[in-house]
């Protein structure tokens, strides 16, 4: 209803905030609820929740490629653990294997971004330098190593490379401007 208001009654604001809802909740084309709503206004809406939807699945599927390939790498450690959480987490909001195509039905831009935010990111640790152990003869007589390991929280995480990727599916939805939908 807001959408036909602020479009007979030339409100801007009003109609590009109410656009941008529509386009960030709907999960197909907006319903009309039998107002006289223009067609075109429906058509842009769902043609940039599609746009923002195949943006962000097409940005996750390019992440899990350079992680496979390992471009942009750490390791082939760090890049097959993040692999392999991301198609997990993929797989379980759909949108991996088979991937979803348009019109993306029953999808809408802020769940399917709320929930890739939800894909968990696993916790590693990689060893650092070998340190000598003060007490080298008692590991000695025991058969172990003279040698210790050291193990660090390892840096890379899923989280910080599927967050820009929401971000940008996100700040792709912009509401429409009223002055392309004349009476």
């Given amino acids: 209803m807001w959408i036909l208001i602020s479009w007979v009654f030339r409100l801007k604001d009003v109609f590009e905030i109410v656009t941008k809802t529509a386009l960030k909740t709907s999960t197909g084309p907006i319903p009309t609820l ?11 809406i769902e043609e940039q929740r599609r746009n923002a939807l195949d943006g962000m699945i097409s940005a996750l599927h390019n992440l899990a490629a350079d992680f496979r390939d390992g471009r942009n790498s750490c390791s082939f450690e760090c890049d097959s653990i993040r ?4 198609a997990k987490g993929m797989h ?3 949108v991996y ?3 979803p195509g348009t ?3 029953s999808y809408s831009v802020a769940s399917l971004a709320a929930n890739i935010r939800t894909i968990q990111s696993p916790t590693w640790y990689s060893s650092q330098e070998l340190i000598p152990t003060s007490q ?3 590991y000695s007589s025991y058969g172990y190593s003279q040698y210790e390991c050291s193990h660090t929280n390892h840096s890379c995480t899923l989280n910080n490379r599927i ?3 929401v971000r940008s599916a996100e700040d792709s939805v912009k509401g429409l401007n009223l ?4 009476f």
Avoid: Y
């Fill in 179 to 182: 002055d392309e939908f004349p």
């Fill in 136 to 138: 080298n003869a008692r």
């Fill in 34 to 44: 039998g107002l006289p709503i223009r067609p075109r206004i429906v058509d842009c």
């Fill in 97 to 99: 294997f088979p991937r």
């Fill in 103 to 105: 019109p993306f039905s």
């Fill in 83 to 86: 692999l392999g959480a991301l």
């Fill in 163 to 165: 967050e820009p990727v």
């Fill in 92 to 94: 379980k909001w759909g």
